[in-house]
């Protein structure tokens, strides 16, 4: 924090001198948008406001943000250390996506590791017209350097992250790299629609998957977006979200080579939002669908809520899969891999 950075109550800016549940917290916005995010937490995103329809579109979980460094867990396990401080919103996933994983020696965490990391932060640009805030970290499982870099803009909506990824060892790394955004109320709700570029496909879970239990959505399948089926042969239209208490399921959408963006639209309260990205860096969207059917740990029927995740290889069974299967993400030595990602809320 810069005590003597000057202060200001227009256009853009920056609030760096937050706490909140005893986390540092940077607040940045300007006229339409207010994002906070937790550097003390993996940079979760935890408020996406938009301020005209005072709309925040992150899933807020029942339970809540939480310090993880406030208690000492009585049953700590490599899921529970990320599910058990999970606050919905948006999580940084790297080297690991999905439950425990491992490889080239080391064992990774649920979505390991820096979602449970603090970040250093710095300002690079705080003028009325604009504001630029640099997180940065370095990962312990990996020799890796991990730099995400925030902008808004006057009169934009629109928040643009660049991020980076250094390699800083002389060996060629493999790894999951993902954004898992999660939508939930009071943005969404049954009939929202959610819409993708032509000719993307829908890649279903494996009939032998034992990561989850079978949902709506017929395993084995990977048909063209919107339409899969259900275990009867019936279509499902994925693109339309379905009534409370329908089945939970998750598939994986590929086919962003020439262009890499969805948008999910609300009629009901005239609002949508647009997430926009590189697909040749993050070439797969987990879609995660929970709409309260989940009545076990650690929803228990409480939640709806999807997430539409860009990501660098997939299911969501962890990085030793996502090699297997040839989708995980490869960086050189010395290498430096990076993309840029524009998310935009808007009124229909």
């Not at 003597?4 to 706490?19: E, M, S």
């Not at 935890?46 to 301020?51: G, I």
């Not at 449970?116 to 640009?125: H, K, L």
């Not at 999807?306 to 030793?320: K, R, S, V």
Request: hydrophobic share 35%; charged share 20%.
């Amino acid at each position: 924090m810069n005590r003597y950075r000057k202060q200001r109550n227009y256009g853009c800016r920056i609030h760096d001198a937050v706490t909140y549940q005893g986390m540092r917290t940077i607040v940045m916005e300007n006229e339409l948008v207010r994002v906070s995010i937790l550097a003390d937490k993996g940079t979760d995103i935890f408020e996406f406001l938009y301020k005209p329809l005072d709309l925040d579109y992150m899933w807020l979980s029942e339970q809540g943000v939480h310090n993880p460094n406030a208690y000492l867990p009585t049953s700590p396990d490599a899921v529970s250390t990320f599910i058990d401080y999970y606050e919905g919103g948006w999580q940084e996933v790297f080297p690991n996506g999905g439950p425990p994983s491992g490889n080239a020696g080391a064992a990774f965490g649920q979505h390991g590791e820096v979602a449970q990391m603090p970040w250093d932060v710095d300002i690079i640009e705080d003028v009325p017209e604009r504001i630029t805030v640099r997180f940065s970290v370095r990962t312990k499982k990996l020799p890796c350097r991990l730099v995400k870099t925030l902008t808004l803009e006057s009169g934009s909506a629109a928040l643009t992250i660049h991020e980076q990824l250094d390699n800083e060892s002389d060996v060629a790394l493999r790894y999951m790299w993902g954004q898992h955004i999660a939508l939930g109320q009071p943005f969404l709700s049954p009939g929202c629609v959610i819409e993708l570029p032509q000719g993307v496909r829908i890649q279903t879970e494996t009939p032998e998957s034992e990561m989850s239990a079978p949902g709506r959505i017929r395993r084995g399948d990977s048909p063209l977006w919107p339409i899969a089926s259900d275990h009867q042969g019936n279509e499902l239209d994925l693109s339309i979200l379905p009534e409370r208490e329908t089945a939970s399921d998750i598939v994986y959408l590929y086919g962003f080579e020439s262009e890499a963006w969805y948008t999910v639209r609300n009629p009901s309260i005239q609002a949508g939002l647009k997430v926009e990205w590189d697909g040749a860096v993050l070439p797969y969207l987990w879609y995660w669908q929970e709409f309260g059917a989940s009545k076990g740990y650690p929803w228990y029927g409480r939640h709806y809520n999807i997430g539409l995740e860009p990501f660098a290889g997939y299911p969501t069974w962890g990085l030793e899969e996502a090699i297997h299967n040839g989708s995980a993400g490869t960086i050189g030595p010395r290498g430096r891999n990076q993309f840029t990602m524009r998310v935009t809320p808007f009124q229909l």
